[in-house]
């Protein structure tokens, strides 16, 4: 099992980048799927991107400026947002599954952005 962290969110203005950092305090990321979901207020949680393997997903709402990357050495899965929207704003966690599963059993406590205008 693992126990995910995340860091990196913070306040910033539009056009700016930021990176989050997700990390696990127990167990290795290197067995897992891993995914950044974000959730804004009033709004349903979206897969924002995956990395899975050598492959990776966006969402069509961020392809271009978000690149998610993982570093086996650092047990850390990173995601660096570049030229942030203000309707970038929301919580952003990440969440692991195993390989060869289909659910995301292991979620972190989330970090909020928010950009503003």
């Known amino acids: 099992q693992v126990q995910l962290l995340e860091s990196g969110g913070g306040l910033v203005q539009a056009e700016a980048s930021l990176r989050l950092s997700c990390t696990t305090s127990?167990?290795?990321?290197?067995?897992?799927?891993v995914g950044w979901f974000r959730q804004a207020p009033g709004k349903e949680r979206e897969l924002v991107a995956r990395?899975?393997?050598?492959?990776?997903y966006y969402a069509d709402s961020v392809k271009g400026r978000f690149t998610i990357s993982r570093d086996n050495a650092e047990n850390t899965v990173y995601l660096q947002m570049n030229r942030l929207k203000p309707e970038d704003t929301a919580i952003y966690s990440c969440?692991?599954?195993?390989?060869?599963?289909?659910?995301?059993?292991?979620w972190g406590q989330g970090t909020q952005v928010t950009v503003s205008s």
């Open positions: 969440a692991a599954r195993r390989y060869g599963t289909l659910s995301y059993n292991y």
């Open positions: 127990r167990g290795t990321l290197t067995s897992y799927a």
């Open positions: 990395i899975s393997g050598g492959t990776t």
